[in-house]
């Protein structure tokens, strides 16, 4: 059996931290993602595409853009498109479900139901509200042996942690599923042997690097077996690097900046530079920095991560106390602590000054 998964769309994502003309490219991008998804189940025959939910955003995703999503899942009949709703697009909060479906569609519920694909029983559970502090494995009916699962859920959690469905490996391998479909994660990420999370299909942030997409999974229903692997789907992807000016030449550094970044297409990518190093007074001002990067990525920010240029002479004004006092800490302080105290100078001064804090 060849199952398609993908999860975490958020479709219409606000993409708040990028420009409004950027943001409606983004979100045309996550539609066509979402079409060559749709695409891949055809291109692949699979007998089932599995969505462990957040398809949509509760509070962003316009009506239309369901209606288009749900008439392109239709699309696929009589493949049957199996969903977990998540935390973003709970079945009773969000009002999405309510929708009239097509009939190839499965939208599971706040317990555990079956539904039999080529033979296979796919077991699945959604979120009603949009925190569910509760472990899903604990209410699944025991004496069940199910072939494959999907749900929305938050692994290696405890309700003391996380209140999005949080679960254990341990329990899920009691369980002796061949595969787990999940969801809620946005880095791609194999939960052991027995499942995945796909990943956020078009990523969202520079918290999701490297490359998205769907996972294709051939489950083996005699040998009770699995092989999976990531398809890249993604439009775009988001790349951090971290330049070093701890003692080097601007040239140096330069060619850091292009020994990292040269592997990605800079159409498809944003980028951020983090500089780190010495003192703000050496090196390249950012916005140097932001002329050598170039303008042909999708985005691109420079985060200057290397202490502020601190006046220690000035006792009289808030921004040099508060400098002084926060500097005196970090001598004494920790590794962990010093990083810390670190940014809190970066955005105390930021913030004292009249910058934006995420300006810094
Ligand atoms: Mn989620």
Redesign the pocket.
């Known amino acids: 059996m060849r199952l398609v998964q993908a ?2 769309m958020h479709l219409d994502s606000p993409f708040a931290t990028l420009d409004d003309e950027l943001g409606r490219r983004r979100r045309k991008g996550q539609m066509e993602t979402f079409q060559r998804l749709i695409d891949l189940v055809r291109t692949e025959q699979a007998d089932a595409l599995l969505l462990p ?2 398809l949509f955003e509760r509070r962003s995703t316009r009506l239309g853009t369901v209606r288009w999503a749900l008439d392109l899942i239709g699309s696929l009949a009589p493949v049957p498109v199996l969903i977990a709703p ?3 697009d709970p079945l009773e909060r969000s009002g999405f479900w309510n929708l009239t479906r097509p009939d190839n569609v499965v939208v599971f519920g706040g317990t555990w139901q079956r539904h039999e694909v080529a033979d296979a029983a796919i077991w699945g559970r959604g ?1 009603l509200e949009e925190h569910e502090p509760a472990d899903p494995l604990a209410d699944f009916p025991s004496g069940e042996r199910p072939d494959v699962l999907i749900f ?1 859920g938050d692994v290696d959690k405890t309700p003391s942690d996380s209140d ?1 469905a949080p679960f254990s490996r341990s329990h899920l391998a009691e369980l002796k599923a061949i595969w787990a479909a999940v ?4 880095r791609p990420m194999p939960i052991g042997e027995l499942g995945a999370y796909a990943g956020s299909l078009e990523p969202l942030g520079f918290d999701e690097p490297g490359v998205h997409g769907a996972l294709l999974v051939e489950v083996d229903l005699k040998a009770r077996e699995q092989r999976w692997r990531l398809v890249p789907l993604a439009r775009c992807r988001y790349e951090t690097v971290s330049v070093d000016l701890t003692a080097r030449t601007d040239q140096q550094a330069l060619e850091s900046f292009n020994d990292q970044t040269r592997q990605w297409v800079r159409e498809t990518t944003l980028l951020r530079v983090e500089l780190v190093g010495p003192g703000a007074e050496e090196g390249w001002p950012v916005g140097r920095w932001q002329g050598e990067i170039g303008s042909d990525w999708v985005a691109s920010e420079v985060r200057d991560l290397r202490l502020p240029a601190v006046d220690l002479t000035d006792t009289f004004t808030v921004p040099g106390r508060f400098a002084r006092r926060v500097m005196a800490e970090m001598e004494t302080a920790d590794e962990a602590r010093r990083e810390a105290l670190a940014d809190a100078l970066r955005i105390g001064l930021a913030a004292l000054e009249g910058r934006r804090a995420n300006d810094y």
């Open positions: 999860s975490d939910g957040d998540g935390n973003h979120f929305h999005y969801g809620h994660i946005h």
